[in-house]
C-alpha cells in the first residue's frame, strides 16, 4: 500500500523513531509502513490520521481506487 507517512513525518522533521513514539510502535514498523512492506492496522491507521489532523484516504492510498473499465 502506498503512503505519505515519510512525508508528512519529514513535513514535521521527525525521525521514524520520533513517529513511533507518538505512535507507540517500533521504529522498525514505521520503517515496514512507509516503505509498504507492512500495511497498518485499522485502529494503527486511524491513530495516524487523528496524529496527522488527515482523512485516511489522504495518507494511505489503496491503490484500487482508480478508473476501472471492466
Same mark, same amino acid.
Given at each position: 500500500?502506498? +503512503?505519505?507517512?515519510?512525508?508528512? !513525518?519529514?513535513? !514535521?522533521n521527525w525521525?521514524?523513531?520520533?513517529? #513511533?513514539? *507518538?505512535?507507540?510502535?517500533?521504529r522498525q #514498523?514505521? +520503517?515496514?509502513? =512507509?516503505?509498504?512492506?507492512?500495511?497498518?492496522?485499522?485502529?494503527?491507521?486511524?491513530? @495516524?490520521?487523528?496524529?496527522?489532523?488527515?482523512? @485516511? =484516504? =489522504? @495518507?494511505?492510498?489503496? =491503490?484500487? +481506487?482508480?478508473? *476501472? +473499465?471492466?
Open positions: 500500500m502506498k +503512503n505519505q507517512l515519510k512525508v508528512l !513525518r519529514a513535513m !514535521r525521525s521514524q523513531a520520533d513517529l #513511533a513514539e *507518538h505512535l507507540d510502535v517500533s #514498523a514505521v +520503517n515496514a509502513i =512507509e516503505t509498504g512492506k507492512y500495511d497498518p492496522s485499522l485502529p494503527l491507521a486511524f491513530k @495516524i490520521s487523528r496524529l496527522f489532523a488527515l482523512p @485516511i =484516504e =489522504e @495518507i494511505f492510498d489503496d =491503490e484500487f +481506487n482508480g478508473a *476501472h +473499465n471492466d
